[in-house]
């Protein structure tokens, strides 16, 4: 069983940056897949990046690739989506979410976290 608490999330103006934090608890953290998800008001959720048990392998969209960066410590218990160059289109709600071992782009994960709102205003 894992928890998975979001943070970071807030207000910021087109092209600034934000950096969500994904904090876990419970047993096997390292053994599992962890990825963003997002939904907008109105969308549907939306794979946003995603981060191998081991850390060696990262997918993002394509909406979001050289733009995001997504990482995990797993002494930590904890994955960090750095997010730069923001714009409008990006506000949404961020979830955090795990699965074992591999990434996967659809919702197939086994825990999330309540997600955190992030907001860019134009």
């Known amino acids: 069983q894992v928890q998975l608490v979001e943070s970071g999330g807030g207000l910021v103006q087109a092209g600034g940056s934000l950096k969500l934090s994904c904090a876990a608890s419970?047993?096997?953290?390292?053994?599992?897949?962890l990825a963003w998800f997002r939904q907008a008001t109105g969308k549907e959720r939306e794979f946003v990046a995603g981060?191998?048990?081991?850390?060696?392998?990262?997918d993002y969209a394509d909406s979001v690739k050289d733009r995001f960066s997504i990482s995990r410590d797993n002494a930590k218990k904890r994955v960090d989506l750095q997010m730069n160059a923001l714009n409008p289109e990006d506000t949404a709600v961020y979830f955090c979410?795990?699965?074992?071992?591999?990434?996967?782009?659809?919702?197939?994960?086994?825990?999330w976290g309540q997600g955190t709102q992030v907001t860019v205003s134009s």
């Open positions: 419970g047993r096997g953290f390292s053994n599992y897949a």
């Open positions: 979410a795990a699965r074992p071992w591999r990434v996967a782009r659809t919702d197939k994960y086994d825990y």
């Open positions: 981060i191998r048990w081991s850390g060696d392998s990262t």
